[in-house]
């Protein structure tokens, strides 16, 4: 659920759907009608539905986050035929229509699933299980890529790009992480939003859930080492591809999914989590 600048609301709630302050319904759209359109536009690909975030841009366009799936057979380590559940957006506008769409199935690779390829909601082998679609200053997206433990850059370039990936932010992406080693990197992520945005230079504030954190020696936190989950800003160089964590707080917990993160007006950081576990706490 998320507010629009005309002062309605828009919901996930299997359609996706506008409705004004009294509840009223103003527009509606079903995945079956995304469907509809995918194909008559020539797309490949068809959705099974509307899943974690939506993007309202300023021209009145919804980007939506869809569930895509896609079957592989013998994938290393999965013999058989694996039904492979990955990502998808679709640029819809006020119309209804599918004006650009883009499928992680054409442009991430398959073999990498660092948190493995577990069945999700009965719907498939959850691979990339993105959580946040976010816009850039360059009229480009960010999107958060949970099960990769990559926030992505996609080229969208308004509605005309070509959905190429300039660079992967995370562990075994395209960034270099300045002072720091592989557990630096957040993991399992949640709830990136942009502070600031300027030219190359961009600052994330990311929710670090810390799942399957990678050590130096190549350890795994949850064997011999505790995973842990804090709250993190990065300054991102997205010329010189470097990254750096500007700051952190360890709240002393592990939640293993959820979250949230934000910066208050006078400079504060709040943030959330849900299902904490306690953990000792690391320095």
Known sequence: MKPLQNGHFILNVGDLREIDLAGNV???????QINQSLQTNGYS??????HHDILPLDNGHWIALCNVTRDFTNLPGYPGVTTVLGDALVDIDPTGNVVWAWSGFDHVDVNRHPLGLASFAGLGADWTHANAIVSSADGNLFLSMRNQSWIIKIDYENGTGTGNIP????????????FGTSD????AEHFPIVLSDNGSQTT??????????????GTICGTTIPCYSRATIWSVDQESKEAILEWQDLPGYYNFWGGSIGVLHYGDVEFDMTIPFERPRRE
């Open 26 to 32: 103003v527009r509606d759209i079903s995945f079956k």
């Open 45 to 50: 690909f068809s959705i099974i539905g509307f």
């Open 167 to 178: 660079w992967r932010l995370g562990y075994e992406g395209d960034m270099n992480l300045v």
């Open 184 to 187: 630096n990197w957040f993991y």
């Open 204 to 217: 994330f504030a990311i929710w670090d859930n810390g799942d399957n954190r990678v050590y130096l020696d």
